[in-house]
């Protein structure tokens, strides 16, 4: 599956979540939970700002194929959580 478009989601106590579309370069295999390790590369130009995000959230990610970044604003809003998407 590599080079294929992915999305990164992660969720932060105080109410807010963070996502970033990015390309998946390369993974470990199909093992169960945090034994999986994937090669997960934001898209261009934007790697200084998905790292500066990562600051505040943290590197246990969730990642998903292709795009949510309209859907993620969607439930931030009707959860009324804020939402940072880089890219």
């Known amino acids: 599956m590599a080079g294929a478009s992915t999305f990164l989601c992660r969720r932060l106590p105080c109410d807010r979540i963070a996502g970033a579309p990015c390309v998946l370069e390369g993974w470990n295999g199909d093992n169960l939970g945090c ?25 246990h990610l969730v990642w998903v194929y292709g795009h949510y970044a309209d859907e993620l604003q969607q439930l931030g809003k009707m959860l009324g959580m804020e939402v940072d998407v880089v890219g």
């Open 35 to 59: 034994s999986v390790e994937a090669r997960v590369v934001p898209i261009e130009g934007k790697a200084q700002d998905f790292a500066g995000k990562q600051a505040d959230y943290g590197n």
